[in-house]
């Protein structure tokens, strides 16, 4: 599968579609669909549906490689990777973090691959319009496994540095740097679950 070639008509998407439609209160934000096409110990294939406004929280993947494709819609996509070696701020959960993108990217465009500990491991998503986003998560999330998902909410950097830290980082550094406090998961985590009634996937043995 070449995930750059991929269509929405490949997985039996158009604009019309139920899910890209806010439901809520019209003070909420809306709520995010999504579902899985295909998972296996591997690897885990699955759509996110966003109607317009719709937030897919900061969150991490551990341990990870995920390919992303978005497949309709515009959206704001904003990443980050931890600093290494670690750079906290105790006793608070906070530590520094790089900014990695901080973005639109309009359908059609290119996959964007994360990995453990580069290319944007921790991201949140904002639909500027109705969207859909394919992503290809391998090993999947599992809590047996040590890989649940965290959540987290971003600062500047200069929110939370003392003079000592400033002096070490140089004005240019510090606009591509934030900490971020692990929280638990917000309300907009939640999302609601369809059956996937696309094309099927033919595995061959």
């Not at 070639?5 to 490949?10: A, G, L, R």
């Not at 921790?122 to 999947?140: E, S």
């Not at 599992?142 to 003079?163: H, L, V």
């Amino acid at each position: 599968m070449d995930a750059d070639k991929m269509k929405p008509e490949d997985v039996g998407l158009s604009k019309n579609l139920q899910f890209f439609k806010p439901t809520g209160s019209v003070n909420r934000t809306p709520r995010v669909t999504y579902t899985t096409i295909y998972q296996c110990d591997q690897f885990s294939l699955c759509i996110f549906f966003l109607p317009e406004t719709a937030v897919i929280p900061l969150h991490n993947h551990p341990e990870m490689t995920v390919f992303s494709k978005l497949l309709l819609g515009k959206m704001h996509i904003k990443s980050y990777d931890w600093v290494e070696p670690k750079d906290s701020i105790p006793p608070s959960k906070l530590r520094l973090a790089r900014l990695k993108a901080n973005s639109v990217y309009t359908a059609p465009c290119n996959t964007s691959v994360l990995y453990p500990t580069t290319g944007g491991n921790i991201h949140q998503f904002t639909a500027v319009t109705p969207c859909a986003v394919l992503d290809v998560l391998g090993p999947p999330y599992s809590k047996e496994d040590d890989r649940d998902c965290s959540y987290y909410k971003d600062f500047p950097y200069s929110a939370f540095s003392n003079e000592g830290e400033t002096t070490r980082v140089s004005e240019e550094e510090r606009e591509g740097l934030g900490w971020l406090e692990e929280i638990e998961a917000p309300e907009n985590a939640v999302m609601d679950r369809i059956d996937y009634l696309g094309p099927q996937i033919i595995e061959n043995y």
